[in-house]
């Protein structure tokens, strides 16, 4: 049984470009959260997504934008890069109405702006 | 408001105990989590406890919670050198009725001296 998993591992770009991440959930979850961890800072809730709708957001700017696609499956994106966007960006997943449970956290994409 | 606070550091002897603390602000905490993340990894869940337990136990970690004070606490019993990490404290917070989204502290780095 797979577990979250997130692609690509690591990725370079440069300041003003646009970047997709990409997340696939825990088998038989379908709830999608996106965290971005700057250095030496624990993780930021950026938002979440079910029945493929941004359902709560967190403090980011527009810049940031995601989907949910029908198999569960989700994509952050990002554009207009800054140097502060230089982070790991962890997806995790869950089962809506299943708050008991705690989601599960893919490794992560270390993103790096030049 | 949401915030969790921890103390940035601790350095401990291998086989001496190590608690890590941590304190939160909002009362509506549905469960509260201990990950490990070692460098350049992602988030290892270690524990969780419901909001209205007062101690869990899982062989060499105790999670204690004082939901007045809104402190919780980590004890690792007999650390060792492979428990040198970063530990985060996270609260889960419930939203739209039907998920949730983790607040996490900043982290405590653990060391570990052999």
């Known amino acids: 049984d797979a577990g979250v998993t997130q692609s690509p591992t690591h990725l370079i770009k440069t300041r003003g470009q646009q970047v997709t991440l990409r997340c696939s959930p825990k088998?038989?979850?379908?709830?999608v959260s996106w965290y971005q961890q700057a250095l030496g800072q624990g993780p930021q809730f950026i938002f979440q997504y079910y029945e493929e709708e941004e359902r709560q957001r967190g403090n980011f700017p527009d810049r940031f934008s995601g989907h949910q696609f029908p198999n569960y499956s989700s994509e952050l994106n990002v554009n207009a890069l800054l140097l502060g966007d230089s982070a790991l960006y962890l997806c995790?997943?869950?089962?809506?109405?299943?708050?008991?449970?705690?989601?599960?956290f893919g490794d992560g994409t270390r993103l790096s702006i030049l | 408001g949401e915030d969790v606070e921890q103390s940035l550091f601790l350095s401990v002897r291998e086989g001496d105990s190590s608690v890590i603390n941590c304190t939160y602000t909002?009362?509506?905490?549905?469960?509260l989590y201990w990950y490990k993340q070692e460098p350049g990894a992602g988030l290892q869940l270690l524990t969780y406890?419901?909001?209205?337990?007062d101690m869990k136990q899982d062989q060499r970690l105790t999670v204690l919670l004082n939901k007045k004070d809104k402190h919780l606490s980590l004890r690792i019993a007999d650390t060792q050198t492979g428990d040198s990490a970063i530990y985060f404290c996270a609260e889960s917070i419930l939203i739209n009725s039907g998920t949730y989204k983790y607040i996490f502290g900043t982290g405590t780095r653990l060391k570990v001296l052999a």
């Open positions: 406890i419901f909001s209205n337990m």
């Open positions: 088998s038989g979850h379908d709830t």
């Open positions: 909002d009362s509506s905490s549905t469960y």
């Open positions: 995790a997943s869950g089962k809506w109405r299943e708050t008991s449970q705690p989601q599960h």
